[in-house]
């Protein structure tokens, strides 16, 4: 079986696809199903989703298909959802507000436990079942968590400063929306999410 460290992101971003899809057809009573019909009903590549698959051994039995069930197991212990994931969130203005209340964040395997900001007028707000917390307590709350996962909306001038309080507090991962270009921990996977790039780049195909 491949490495974590060796596989491709746009490989863990197709497992991520293959596995929703998996979720749906469970969903829907379907147990076994073949790679091209998987990518006919979610317009995927059969080529492709048995390639991406063979990188952790066998899954399908030439002839008869993928046994559902079995492979969204499978696909859940290698994209290691296999557990729960905690999530602390930093920064509760328009859009950490929208991150709070975010379904995926709160459902199967991630669950936002701890928010925090340095406004004084949010600190002690009430947002779900959560209350924003001052920055003082961000290694407390990581301890008492068990925070793996940071999740920055901040503004661009103070995601350095926030990442690096995560990654000293012992953060494993950061999911960065703020568009900023950090300076990341080697010991810390970070993935960055600008909304801004993903629209310039329409831009260009639309001009």
Request: with cysteine.
């Amino acid at each position: 079986m491949t490495g974590t460290s060796e596989v491709s992101p746009l490989t863990l971003n197709r497992l991520s696809i293959y596995l929703r899809s998996l979720r749906q057809l469970q969903d829907h009573g379907v147990h076994r199903i073949s790679s091209k019909q998987l990518a006919d009903q979610f317009h995927l590549s059969p080529t492709q989703i048995r390639k991406d698959l063979a990188q952790f051994g066998e899954f399908g039995i030439r002839g008869v298909g993928y046994d559902v069930d079995h492979l969204a197991g499978r696909l859940t212990e290698l994209l290691g959802l296999d557990s729960c994931r905690r999530l602390i969130l930093i920064g509760v203005g328009n859009l950490g507000r929208a991150l709070a209340h975010y379904v995926g964040f709160n459902s199967r395997s991630f669950r936002l436990v701890a928010l925090v900001d340095q406004d004084p007028t949010k600190i002690g707000r009430r947002i779900g079942e959560l209350v924003v917390q001052p920055p003082a307590r961000l290694a407390d709350l990581i301890r008492e968590t068990g925070a793996e996962i940071g999740i920055l909306a901040v503004p661009e001038e103070a995601a350095q400063a926030n990442y690096d309080a995560l990654a000293e507090a012992g953060i494993r991962a950061v999911l960065n929306f703020a568009p900023a270009r950090l300076r990341t921990d080697p010991h810390v996977r970070t993935k960055d999410v600008d909304f801004r790039i993903n629209l310039e780049e329409l831009g260009y195909y639309l001009k």
